[in-house]
């Protein structure tokens, strides 16, 4: 039975961080592309970041904000969110992919306050 379970979401102020944690079960993690996506109320989700075996890439509105890693030892997948701001509140989802399979987590949520 494939499991995403994400961790790490909160309250937090404008310009703070959070990193979310993404475990996952019930495939074979390190031949996934990983990836974390975001949405907010009454907004459509968006992508974020992945991480496959070749490197990250990351949304324009994260960049240089925003770090994802992976660590294929413990089959998880790490957000690192830095210099927060309130535009960032939503509920974070992680995904994992490959060859047109896809699965999610139930979504972690996260708020800035200005």
């Known amino acids: 039975q494939v499991q995403l379970v994400e961790s790490g979401g909160g309250l937090v102020q404008a310009g703070g961080s959070l990193r979310l944690s993404c475990a996952a079960s019930?495939?074979?993690?390190?031949?996934?592309?990983m990836g974390w996506f975001r949405q907010a109320p009454g907004k459509e989700r968006e992508f974020v970041a992945v991480v496959s075996w070749n490197g990250g890439s990351y949304a324009d509105s994260v960049k240089g904000r925003f770090t994802i890693s992976r660590d294929n030892a413990k089959n998880t997948v790490y957000l690192q969110m830095n210099s927060l701001k309130p535009e960032d509140t939503a509920v974070y989802y992680c995904?994992?992919?490959?060859?047109?399979?896809?699965?999610w987590g139930q979504g972690t949520q996260v708020t800035v306050s200005s």
């Open positions: 019930g495939f074979t993690f390190s031949r996934y592309a």
């Open positions: 995904n994992a992919g490959l060859n047109g399979m896809t699965y």
